[in-house]
């Protein structure tokens, strides 16, 4: 009996040692998030040129590249919108909704 209360003892002093870790890690992953968000609300039009020269640059130096960017989004965008649109459908309370409508209930 004292070694299931030693090593339950045990067993809750690892728990709180894990979740005073996980808070502090918490609290870092808030803080690096939150400097992040003020530098780019901060900076926004200085970020968005950078990221328009460096548009600008990649499609003269090379744009094969820029059309594989491109297409590659395109395609996420299709998928995204293609997903989307099954979720609709395969959701039960919206396909109750539209077969009611459609009378087929």
Known sequence: MDELRRRLSEVEREKQ???????????????YN?????Y??????VVKERAKQGLKK???ENPEKLKEYRKR?????????KGA???????PIEGQAEDSAAGNI
């Open 34 to 38: 939150e400097s992040r968000k003020n």
């Open 40 to 45: 780019y609300e901060k900076n926004k039009e």
């Open 17 to 31: 040692v894990l979740l005073d870790e996980n808070n502090k890690l918490k609290q870092l992953l808030h803080n």
């Open 85 to 91: 649109t099954n979720d609709l459908a395969n959701d």
């Open 73 to 81: 989004a395109y395609l996420k965008r299709k998928e995204k919108l």
């Open 58 to 60: 990649l499609a003269e």
